[in-house]
């Protein structure tokens, strides 16, 4: 299995401009999830999916962030306008399929931001 | 509410000495607890875990044991080697239907030949 994925592994921008993060999820799992990593503030969850629902998007800082999951294989997380403050490692995580027991969240490489 | 309190590091230990990360948590109900490790440049990967009481979970050498009567779950490994320096999340899961991760502050670890 090739194991989560996230596209792009960095990306560079300027203020305002819109950044768009990709992330496909392990086949079958059903739950997936967006967190966000700094020096600062550590691991925060910023919206999890499931079953492609948005279920809890208490985490996500602003109305310029936002999250879609139009299927099972794949999931953005755009950020329009983008600030310096944006600044971190976004990370994508999925899950088994709920009822299997299994709880363990699956974490992708990451995308390195930077706004300047 | 759920939370876990993670030992401050960082920590930096000569190679095969005795590694210990504290971890405690806080929760209602029995959560399971993770440990995550996040090599340099990498995403978080699962060390091991535990889903009751005075069940040890153990990967890599590592060991942990989850104790209700102190609500702890120490991070341990007898002789560290150069290749565990990394980053060491302790978790829980909450005990909602969701199953979600409460991760500590984490603590990076570092091995000196």
């Known amino acids: 299995d090739a194991g989560v994925i996230q596209s792009p592994r960095h990306e560079v921008t300027e203020m305002g401009q819109e950044v768009t993060l990709r992330c496909k999820p392990i086949?079958?799992?059903?739950?997936l999830f967006w967190y966000r990593q700094t020096m600062m503030r550590g691991l925060e969850l910023l919206i999890y999916f499931n079953n492609n629902v948005p279920i809890d998007d208490s985490g996500m800082p602003e109305d310029r962030f936002s999250a879609k999951m139009p299927n099972a294989s794949f999931s953005t997380l755009k950020i329009q306008p983008s600030e310096p403050r944006d600044s971190a490692v976004y990370f994508c995580?999925?899950?088994?399929?709920?009822?299997?027991?299994?709880?363990?969240?699956?974490f992708g490489p990451g995308t390195r931001l930077t706004v300047t | 509410g759920d939370s876990v309190t993670q030992m401050e590091g960082p920590v930096t230990l000569s190679e095969e000495a005795f590694l210990t990360i504290n971890c405690t948590y806080t929760a209602t109900g029995y959560p399971s607890l993770f440990w995550y490790v996040q090599y340099p440049g990498e995403g978080l990967q699962l060390l091991l875990k535990a889903t009751k009481a005075d069940d040890k979970g153990s990967n890599k050498g590592f060991e942990a044991t989850y104790r209700k009567e102190t609500t702890s779950f120490h991070l341990e490994k007898g002789s560290v080697q150069v290749s565990d320096s990394a980053v060491y999340f302790c978790?829980?899961?909450?005990?909602?239907?969701?199953?979600?991760?409460?991760f500590g502050t984490g603590t990076r670890l570092t091995v000196i030949p």
């Open positions: 995580a999925s899950r088994p399929t709920s009822g299997t027991g299994l709880i363990e969240q699956y």
């Open positions: 978790a829980l899961s909450d005990q909602t239907g969701a199953n979600n991760l409460f």
């Open positions: 086949s079958g799992h059903n739950s």
